[in-house]
């Protein structure tokens, strides 16, 4: 939204509905790729001592198209349901 008020841009969210899958029946692991403050400390030690600059960045996007280890599938999102097709579900190619 602007400062006047107007709209920018609009945006819409797909989400599957994470909130009724149980632990240990629909899913066993969970897992973020994400460093160990351990390894990010080496860095900094090792940029420290030979006079390294560090530069920092960060990909929004970068988990949206993930590959998929599982077949996941989920509700076709309203206004997307074909008639004839409504018991149909659609299955995520990327996470």
């Known amino acids: 939204m602007n400062v006047d008020g107007t709209i920018d841009k609009y945006k819409a969210k797909l989400v599957i509905e994470g909130f009724r899958k149980k632990e240990c029946i629909d899913f066993f692991d969970t897992y973020a790729p994400v460093a160990r403050i351990s390894t ?22 970068v988990f949206l198209n993930g590959d998929l280890d599982d ?9 997307f349901v074909m008639h004839g097709n409504e ?3 659609c299955k995520l190619n990327k996470s």
């Open 40 to 61: 990010i400390r080496l860095l900094l030690a090792l940029a420290t001592i030979y006079n390294l600059v560090i530069h920092q960045m960060d990909v929004k996007t």
């Open 71 to 79: 077949e996941i599938y989920m509700k076709q999102p309203e206004g």
């Open 87 to 89: 018991h149909k579900v």
